[in-house]
């Protein structure tokens, strides 16, 4: 199992920045691909970005140019990060961090409890 915690989340205004932060605990020798997701009001939850073990790193059409994944390990831990620039009101959202663990053939997916993004114009 893995345990997801994020942080980071706010209110900022139009250009502004955030980081968002997750940390993963449990069985993260386990851990291959991570990926931030995020829910807008009313949407359905949607890819933001993916990172895998090799650092291949792939981003949504909408996330590309200013937004940045990355992640790296400390004290049994595994750390996701998203930066976030040129924040638009359109980028309101509860921001999820999940991480897929295949097990005996299924994935079972792991997800935090989101932190809330609000970008004011």
């Known amino acids: 199992q893995v345990q997801l915690v994020e942080s980071g989340g706010g209110l900022v205004h139009a250009g502004g920045s955030l980081r968002l932060s997750c940390a993963a605990s449990?069985?993260?020798?386990?851990?291959?691909?991570m990926a931030w997701y995020r829910q807008a009001p009313g949407k359905q939850r949607e890819l933001v970005a993916v990172?895998?073990?090799?650092?291949?790193?792939?981003?949504k059409e909408y996330a590309r140019g200013r937004f940045t994944i990355s992640r790296d390990n400390a004290n049994n831990t595994v750390y996701l990060y998203l930066q976030m620039a040129s924040l638009k009101p359109e980028d309101t959202a509860v921001y999820y961090c999940?991480?897929?663990?295949?097990?005996?053939?299924?994935?079972?997916?792991?997800w935090g409890q989101g932190t809330l993004v609000t970008v004011s114009s």
């Open positions: 999940n991480v897929p663990l295949v097990r005996q053939g299924t994935v079972m997916n792991y």
């Open positions: 449990g069985s993260i020798a386990s851990i291959d691909s």
């Open positions: 990172i895998t073990k090799n650092m291949y790193i792939n981003y």
